[in-house]
C-alpha cells in the first residue's frame, strides 16, 4: 500500500468511525456494533471503499488488542484478585467449561468436527465486557448481587483469554496432523529440541517477571522526573512493543506477554499514568481492528446461510443463559438477581471477533466459518440490549416479590405515623436513627434481595414500587403524616412525589437529593423539605481542613453555618433561572457575595472565640 493509499484509506476509517460510533451510542448499541456497522458499510459488499487491503489494515490493528491485554493485566491488582476469588474462581471456572460444553455439543450437531466445535465452544462462551459493564453502570447495577456475579465472570473471562490464545494453536496441529500449520518467520524456537523450546519459553516469561519488577519501575522512575510527557508515552510503548516481539520469536501470542507485562506492573506507582497513556492508543486501534473485522464480513455466505445464522444467535443466546440461570440457582441468587445477571451475559463479546481472527490466521478455522460466526457474534452483541429490556419488561415483573394483601392488612392495623420509600443506604440511616428512638416507621424498597435480607436483620420492609398510589394505600399513607423519599434515582423520586401529590396531599414530604441540579427539580415541583446528601458531609471535610490547618473549631464551624444558610437561600434563586448564561452570571454573583460575607464573619467568629476562650481558660 503507497503512502496515497495509505492515507486515503485513514481518511475513510476515521471519517466513519466519526459518523458510526456516536450514532450507535446514543441508540444505547455500544461503540463495538458501531465500528463493525462502519466496516460494514465501507466494506466491499455495500460502499466497497474497503476491499482486499483491509486484511493488512486488520494486521496493524490487531496491535491494539496487545495494548487492551496489556491494560487488562495493570487492572488486575492481586487485592480485587484474592477479594473476588470465590466468585472468579468458582462462578468464572464453572460459567466458562459449562457454556464450552454446551456450545460444542451445538457444533457437533450442526455438523462440525469435534475439533473445530471445541475451539468454537471456547470463543463463543466469552461475554461483552464493554457492552455489559455498560448496561449495568446505566441501570445502576453494578452493587447488586447480580452485578457483581457477573463482574466477576466477566473478569475470569478476560484473564482466560490468555490461556486460550495459548492453547488454540495445538487444535490447529492436532486437525492438521503437522507441527505447523501456516507459514511464518523464523523464531528462536524453531527447529530446536522440544525441551529446549520449553526452557526458552518459560526462561522468556521468567524474564519479563523480573526485568518487570527490576528495571522497568526504576526506567518508569527516572524517565517521570523528566516531566516529558512524550518521552513516558514512548517509553510505554516501547515496553508493550518490546514485551509482544519477544513473545512472538519464541512462538507464544504477543498478547500473553502484552498481560503479563501488565500484572508484573498492576501495582506500580505509575499504573495509572500508563494506564491514561496507552488507552488512546488502544482505543484507536481496537475500533480500528472492530471495523476491519466488519469489512470482512461475507454476506454473500451469510445470505446463503441465513437460517443458520439465525439458528446459530438464538440458540446461543437460549444455551448462554440457560446455564448462567442453573450457576445461579446452584449459588442460591434470589430470582430476580438471577434473571438479570443470566440475561445481561448472555450475547457473546469482543473478544471472539479477536479469537477468531486469530484462529484464522493459524489455520484452525477456515474462512467460511470465521465468516458466518462474525456475523452471530455482532448479531448477538445487538441484540443485548433488546433481550435486557425484554426481561425488565417481562419477566421480571412475574418472579419480583410482590406485596400481598393479607401481609398489607398487617400494615394498616400498625397506622405508623411514617413511610420511608427506598431503604438503602440512606434510606436505612434514617429508619434506624428513628428505631432507636422508638418511632415505628413502614419500610418500602423495590431491591427484592436487599428486601429479604433487610426481614431477616428485623425490619418489616416490603418490596414494591413506592410510585403506585394502590402500594402507598396499602403502606398505610391515607393515616400517616410523614413520608420519607430517599430513592437513589432522582427520575423516581419525582414519580413518588407526583403521587404523593395527587392521592396524599396532606403528607409531609422529606426528599433525599443527590446534587443542587436535582434540588432544583424538587423546588420546581413545589418541596419545601429537600435534603441534598453530599451538603452536610462536604462542610464536615471543610470544618476539618480549616481545624487542621490552625482554625479554631468554633470558627470554623461557624463559617460553615454561615456558609450552609447562604447556600440554601441561593439554590432558591438559581433554581428558577432556566438561561445558562444568565445562570453562570448569578452563580459568580453569588460567589463574591459570599466571599465578602464569609471574610466579614470570619472576624466576628474569630473575636467570638477569644471572648469564649477568656471566659473558659481551660
Not at 182 to 190: A, N
Not at 241 to 257: R, V, Y
Not at 437 to 465: C, H, P, Q, W
Not at 579 to 588: G, H
Request: overall charge neutral.
Amino acid at each position: 500500500m503507497d503512502q496515497h493509499q495509505f492515507l486515503l484509506q485513514a481518511i475513510i476509517f476515521l471519517t466513519v468511525a466519526v459518523i458510526f460510533v456516536p450514532v450507535a451510542k446514543k441508540l444505547g448499541l455500544g461503540s463495538v456494533l458501531g465500528y463493525l456497522l462502519a466496516g460494514v458499510v465501507i466494506g466491499p459488499f455495500i460502499l466497497g471503499f474497503v476491499g482486499n487491503e483491509g486484511e493488512s489494515i486488520l494486521h496493524f490493528a490487531e496491535f491494539g488488542v496487545v495494548l487492551m491485554l496489556f491494560l487488562i493485566g495493570l487492572e488486575l491488582q492481586p487485592e480485587l484478585l484474592w477479594k473476588l476469588r470465590k466468585s472468579i474462581l468458582g462462578l468464572g471456572v464453572m460459567q466458562l467449561i459449562l457454556t464450552t460444553a454446551c456450545i460444542a455439543a451445538l457444533a457437533m450437531a450442526f455438523g462440525f468436527g469435534w475439533q473445530h466445535s471445541l475451539v468454537l465452544g471456547m470463543i463463543l462462551s466469552m461475554s461483552s465486557t464493554a457492552i455489559v459493564l455498560q448496561i449495568l453502570t446505566e441501570k445502576g447495577l453494578m452493587k447488586t448481587a447480580a452485578g457483581q456475579s457477573a463482574f466477576s465472570v466477566l473478569l475470569f473471562q478476560d484473564v482466560a483469554v490468555i490461556p486460550i490464545l495459548a492453547i488454540l494453536p495445538l487444535f490447529g496441529k492436532i486437525a492438521s496432523g503437522s507441527t505447523a500449520v501456516i507459514e511464518h518467520s523464523e523464531t528462536w524456537v524453531d527447529g530446536k529440541p522440544g525441551w529446549l523450546q520449553g526452557l526458552i519459553v518459560f526462561g522468556s516469561i521468567a524474564a519479563i517477571i523480573v526485568v518487570g519488577r527490576l528495571l522497568i519501575r526504576p526506567l518508569l522512575r527516572i524517565v517521570a522526573k523528566t516531566e516529558m510527557r512524550e518521552i513516558f508515552t514512548a517509553l510505554a510503548l516501547l515496553i508493550v512493543i518490546a514485551i509482544a516481539e519477544l513473545m512472538t520469536q519464541i512462538g507464544l501470542s504477543p498478547a500473553l506477554g502484552a498481560f503479563l507485562a501488565g500484572v508484573v506492573l498492576a501495582n506500580s506507582e505509575y499504573r495509572h499514568e500508563l494506564e491514561s497513556d496507552i488507552e488512546p492508543f488502544k482505543g484507536l486501534l481496537l475500533g480500528i481492528f472492530f471495523m476491519a473485522v466488519g469489512a470482512s464480513i461475507n454476506f454473500h455466505l451469510l445470505a446463503d446461510q441465513k437460517w443458520a445464522v439465525i439458528s446459530w444467535v438464538l440458540l446461543l443466546i437460549f444455551i448462554k443463559s440457560a446455564v448462567l440461570l442453573l450457576l445461579g440457582k446452584f449459588l442460591k441468587m434470589g430470582a430476580k438477581q438471577n434473571f438479570i445477571f443470566s440475561f445481561s451475559l448472555s450475547q457473546v463479546g469482543e473478544f471472539a471477533f479477536v479469537l477468531l481472527s486469530f484462529s484464522m490466521q493459524q489455520g484452525i478455522l477456515p474462512p467460511d466459518t470465521v465468516s458466518l460466526m462474525i456475523a452471530v457474534v455482532a448479531i448477538s452483541m445487538g441484540l443485548t440490549p433488546i433481550v435486557m429490556l425484554l426481561n425488565e419488561k417481562i419477566i421480571l415483573p412475574r418472579v419480583g416479590i410482590g406485596i400481598k394483601p393479607e401481609r398489607e392488612a398487617d400494615v394498616i392495623d400498625e397506622r405508623n405515623k411514617v413511610i420511608i420509600a427506598g431503604f438503602g443506604h440512606f434510606g436505612s440511616t434514617v429508619g434506624r436513627f428513628l428505631k432507636s428512638n422508638k418511632i415505628e416507621a413502614t419500610y418500602l424498597d423495590m431491591n427484592s434481595d436487599r428486601v429479604d435480607i433487610l426481614r431477616k436483620m428485623g425490619f418489616k420492609v416490603f418490596y414494591g414500587d413506592a410510585s403506585r398510589h394502590e402500594l402507598l394505600d396499602f403502606a398505610g399513607a391515607k393515616d400517616a403524616s410523614i413520608i420519607i423519599i430517599a430513592i437513589g434515582s432522582a427520575e423516581k423520586r419525582l414519580e413518588v412525589v407526583e403521587t404523593v401529590k395527587k392521592h396524599f396531599p396532606h403528607l409531609h414530604m422529606l426528599v433525599r437529593s443527590t446534587n443542587r441540579y436535582d434540588a432544583y427539580e424538587q423546588m420546581n415541583a413545589g418541596l419545601l423539605h429537600i435534603y441534598r446528601e453530599t451538603l452536610d458531609t462536604s462542610l464536615r471535610v471543610g470544618v476539618d481542613a480549616m481545624s487542621l490547618l490552625g482554625y479554631r473549631k468554633y470558627t470554623a464551624r461557624h463559617l460553615a453555618n454561615t456558609f450552609f444558610k447562604y447556600d440554601e437561600e441561593a439554590l432558591k434563586r438559581l433554581s428558577s433561572i432556566r438561561d445558562q448564561e444568565v445562570y453562570i452570571n448569578e452563580i459568580r454573583k453569588s460567589t463574591g457575595e459570599l466571599e465578602l460575607l464569609m471574610a466579614s464573619d470570619n472576624q466576628f467568629a474569630i473575636q467570638a472565640d477569644i471572648v469564649m476562650e477568656e471566659e473558659d481558660p481551660s
